[in-house]
């Protein structure tokens, strides 16, 4: 073909190189289709008696009543896909933000409420305070773990921020145990017996150590109203449901990855 081509011109020449190597490709392509074809329906004939194996290995565990009626409704989504789609999750456990946008209504009820504690202060209710004290503990824990993760190289402006954050941190805490000492005033003695007040310019290794004495983790002299453990349960219950679909989605996401990456190998 070099003969041929050494006369042309560049669109000719150009158009006779993608005839003789496209054209050659695209006839190997399809003389070995079959061959393609053949290999793939031997690996999806395995998997699929794998699969199957699997699935009814996992219906034997399961209610038949509630088995039958999960077909109905596949049935049904099949050849109506208006209808209920059996494939969506129905039960949904709250989140976090349910729990504080349910809140305010519970505020209301407090205040209406003479047995319950009451708004003590202005602008924070019991809610908003065990919510603020478990963003601090959260807060807490992160900035150990930045401190943990230093290496022995750290530049003095990353240790800069570091102390930023901390001193920030503090000031945060300084102000919720104030209010915090509102509506548990026996945590005031307590804390008095045992000095824990940040600094001005406290170290990370204090900030972890400040106990913010939550309704779970408060003393039995200092007098919590149970009202602030249920609160302190619900958003602790939600905590935990959003740390599983997290961990659940960070599991789903590592999985198709190594699937993908295992097609390519």
Not at 40 to 59: G, S, Y
Not at 89 to 95: A, I, L
Not at 174 to 184: D, E, G, N, P, R
Request: with cysteine; aromatic share 6%.
């Amino acid at each position: 073909m070099a003969s041929s081509v050494k006369e042309m011109g560049p669109g000719s020449r150009r158009d006779t190189m993608d005839d003789h190597f496209q054209g050659d490709w695209n006839w190997k392509k399809t003389k070995l289709m079959g061959v393609s074809l053949l290999q793939k329906i031997k690996v999806a004939v395995t998997e699929r008696n794998d699969h199957r194996f699997l699935h009814n290995q996992f219906e034997v565990g399961l209610p038949q009543d509630s088995v039958k009626q999960w077909r109905l409704e596949l049935d049904a989504w099949e050849r109506d896909h208006k209808s209920l789609n059996p494939y969506q999750q129905r039960s949904k456990r709250p989140t976090q933000d349910d729990i504080r946008q349910a809140f305010p209504n519970k505020d209301v009820d407090d205040v209406n409420d003479e047995t319950g504690p009451n708004i003590l202060h202005a602008d924070v209710s019991t809610s908003v305070l065990i919510s603020m004290g478990l963003d601090l503990e959260e807060q807490q824990h992160c900035l150990a773990g930045s401190y943990a993760r230093l290496g022995q190289h750290v530049t003095e402006a990353r240790k800069n921020r570091l102390q930023v954050r901390t001193n920030a941190l503090c000031q945060k805490i300084s102000a919720w145990i104030k209010i915090q000492h509102l509506y548990m005033p026996g945590l005031s003695i307590i804390r008095a017996k045992k000095p824990t007040t940040p600094s001005s310019t406290p170290h990370h290794s204090d900030v972890k150590k400040i106990p913010l004495y939550l309704p779970s983790a408060a003393p039995k002299e200092s007098g919590c109203d149970p009202r602030l453990h249920k609160c302190e349960w619900q958003l602790r219950h939600a905590q935990a449901n959003d740390t599983l679909d997290e961990l659940r989605d960070s599991l789903r996401l590592r999985s198709y990855l190594f699937m993908d990456k295992n097609r390519f190998q």
